[in-house]
């Protein structure tokens, strides 16, 4: 939890990059949740930004495809096969940068903070970045290195990925994990490696002194900014956020372009 009188070093990992998810918002959700932080950087890693590709051209695009095709219904169908086998490939890269990443996260701590600066210092990770973070503290724990505390936001990691255990020995406060059952892009994280994500939830009670789990309200998508209004959330921080944009099911229609569609086809 936020002590209103720190003054932390907040490092922000994001996941993979998505034109539909800027990391800007990300930032600029932290500088509300955190005013008095000493500093806010945005950790870039190599994989992050995939082909930034904006997931609202591609499905918009993709329908007006598949209705122009003899029989919609299959030209929706491989629209879909598609959508999720671009994805599925751009978690599997990604994955594959997560280890090299985590150490040289874990090198830069070390060799570059002050042991003070260190216990002053929150990762705070979305997605593949709470994977990175897991896998930093892990390291950092094998050096007796240790920082302040770690909030991990929908993290794709094995839920009982060894790691997590080392993880929670190199923070001097809880590591804090929101979690959602329903995080669509988690499931396809399960896809892709057989294991539930740690973002869906523990299957170990692990010490609550160490280790908190926070479940956050149903929501469909993966969104950096809806998990960090959320922690907002636990933390009884005001924002100034409009977060309707983020009510995946409210928006549907407008964001796959359906009224047009039906105008086109009438």
């Known amino acids: 939890m936020i002590d209103k009188n720190d003054s932390p070093i907040i490092w922000y990992i994001p996941g993979l990059y998505s034109a539909d998810d800027p990391q800007e918002k990300a930032v600029q959700l932290l500088q509300t949740i955190y005013p008095n932080a000493k500093e806010i950087a945005n950790v870039v890693w190599e994989c992050q930004n995939g082909n930034n590709i904006s997931l609202d051209t591609v499905v918009s695009s993709g329908v007006e495809n598949a209705f122009n095709d003899s029989n919609p219904l299959i030209g929706l169908l491989d629209l879909a096969l598609g959508t999720v086998s671009s994805i599925t490939q751009r978690w599997i890269n990604a994955l594959d940068d997560v280890e090299p990443t985590a150490q040289r996260l874990a090198k830069k701590i070390a060799n570059d903070l002050s042991s003070s600066q260190r216990q002053n210092l929150i990762l705070i990770g979305h997605s593949l970045g709470g994977n990175i973070i897991v896998r930093a503290l892990a390291h950092l724990n094998c050096q007796n290195l240790s920082i302040k505390s770690a909030v991990l936001l929908g993290a794709a990691i094995e839920n009982m990925n060894?790691?997590?255990?080392?993880?929670?020995?190199?923070?001097?406060?809880?590591?804090?994990?929101?979690?959602?059952?329903?995080?669509?892009?988690?499931?396809?994280?399960?896809?892709?490696?057989?294991?539930?994500?740690?973002?869906?939830?523990?299957?170990?009670?692990?010490?609550?002194?160490?280790?908190?789990?926070?479940?956050?309200?149903?929501?469909?998508?993966h969104s950096s900014a809806f998990y960090l209004s959320q922690w907002a959330d636990v933390?009884?921080?005001?924002?100034?956020?409009?977060?309707?944009?983020?009510?995946?099911?409210?928006?549907?229609?407008?964001?796959?372009g359906i009224d047009k569609l039906i105008e086109k086809n009438e």
Do not use: W
């Open 162 to 221: 060894r790691n997590i255990l080392l993880a929670m020995e190199a923070t001097q406060k809880p590591i804090c994990s929101m979690v959602n059952p329903d995080d669509t892009a988690l499931k396809v994280f399960q896809t892709v490696t057989g294991c539930r994500a740690l973002g869906t939830g523990c299957e170990l009670n692990y010490d609550h002194s160490k280790f908190v789990e926070y479940y956050t309200t149903t929501y469909l998508g």
């Open 235 to 256: 933390n009884n921080v005001k924002k100034d956020f409009d977060e309707s944009p983020l009510r995946l099911l409210e928006n549907v229609a407008g964001f796959l």
